[in-house]
């Protein structure tokens, strides 16, 4: 069998199992096997696969039949343009949550020698592509990623050793439920993509999510509404003036949050949509009452 018809008979097979993405997947799996790039894997494609590449192949096929995710078959994805591993029991990073890392980018770009914190990290993907986007550009920032889970705390500290750029010492990683163990440490941005599903809706997710990621980083209890109260009511003495904070919403959580944004004392409130136009990321301020703030 030559590689491009083992490509066709992948491609059906995910679209039988309900695979979206069917004809793109059945292609990544083969790059991932065979270390060809599109451009390559197109040149090749009338060469005759080998038993060990139709073997491989099938093998990833059916485990992505099941809807067990590709990017904890692969152990990698991508976000923001940088590579973070994935592993079981820690969220796969999502395209739609480099809104929250572009808007921050844009709000910041003025200020320097940040103190930043990712608050329900995961893999670490929101506040090491922030940090490292501001690199960039010259930035010098101390960034903490704090998580509760173990697997979480681990991975993290895998992908940060994935960028040699970063300067040891300047990136800490604290096992927390949430701010429990940062003592009096403040910061000036926090960014964050906490659990925010209804515990309802989450056994009505895709069978990807809802059966392999970790429930731990989806539920929100009952409202979805459970993680916004605690960290906004627990951000004010961890937070510096004039500080910056951006978290991810659901599409129809932008009212709710804002209220316990407003009742807390927080102002200067906005909202980002992303591509598909829907609500994606809240951002706000804080500031001393006794200034003046236009």
Known sequence: MIIDELIKTGTKKLSNAGIDNFSGEAREIMK????CNASELFMHGGDAASPEIINEYNKIIERRCNHYPLQYIFGYTYFMGYKFLCRENV???????????????????????LTIIDMCTGTGCIGLSYYLERLKTGHSDRLTL???????????????????????????????????ELEEQKFDVLLSNPPYIPTKDCDTL?????????????????????????????????LNNDAFIFMEIGYDQYNSVKKIMIDSGYEDISLVKDLSGLDRVISCRKFCKEENHV
Do not use: Q, W
Request: glycine share 8%; aromatic share 8%; charged share 30%.
């Open 32 to 35: 991932f096997i065979t270390g």
């Open 206 to 238: 895709e069978p990807d999510v809802r059966d392999y990621e970790p429930r731990l980083a989806l539920d929100g209890d009952s409202d979805g509404l459970s993680f916004y109260k605690r960290i906004i009511s627990g951000m004010n003495c961890h």
């Open 91 to 113: 969220l796969i990073p999502r395209f739609d949550t480099e809104n929250l890392v572009a808007t921050a980018l844009r709000e910041t770009e003025s200020r320097d020698s």
């Open 146 to 180: 704090v998580d509760i889970s173990d697997d979480a705390i681990g991975l993290s500290g895998e992908n940060l050793k994935l960028y040699s750029e970063i300067e040891p010492g300047n990136v800490n990683i604290i096992k927390s439920d949430l701010f429990t």
